[in-house]
């Protein structure tokens, strides 16, 4: 079975920067779109950031200019790199894969932004 698993997550100071990665345990065939959520308790999950087999991103407001998403289209893995970090941005982050089939989804990596 295809898994995702993300990793770099972890607690960092307000300012401070996280690279979080995800790489499948599989094969995946037909991608559309990878890309990184995140949620908190009480709240839905929010689409970060996306991007496309193509190269195209998306980012959510609050995030841009400071979130930066890359592929690896050779090793069908993504990767957030998370620059100017604010205590808002503390989540669970989770990395996803959409084919042309269904969306995947990993497990998620926590993400804590305090002094």
């Known amino acids: 079975q295809v898994q995702l698993v993300e990793s770099g997550g972890g607690l960092v100071p307000p300012g401070g920067s996280l690279r979080l990665s995800c790489v499948p345990s599989?094969?995946?065939?037909?991608?559309?779109?990878m890309g990184w959520y995140r949620q908190t308790p009480g709240k839905l999950r929010e689409l970060v950031a996306q991007?496309?087999?193509?190269?195209?991103?998306n980012y959510a407001d609050p995030v841009k200019g400071r979130f930066t998403i890359s592929r690896d289209n050779t090793k069908n893995t993504v990767h957030l790199q998370m620059n100017s970090l604010k205590p808002e941005d503390t989540a669970v982050y989770c990395c996803?894969?959409?084919?042309?089939?269904?969306?995947?989804w990993g497990q998620g990596t926590q993400v804590t932004v305090s002094s």
């Open positions: 991007i496309t087999t193509g190269g195209s991103t």
């Open positions: 996803s894969i959409s084919t042309i089939y269904r969306q995947y």
């Open positions: 599989g094969s995946f065939f037909n991608i559309r779109t």
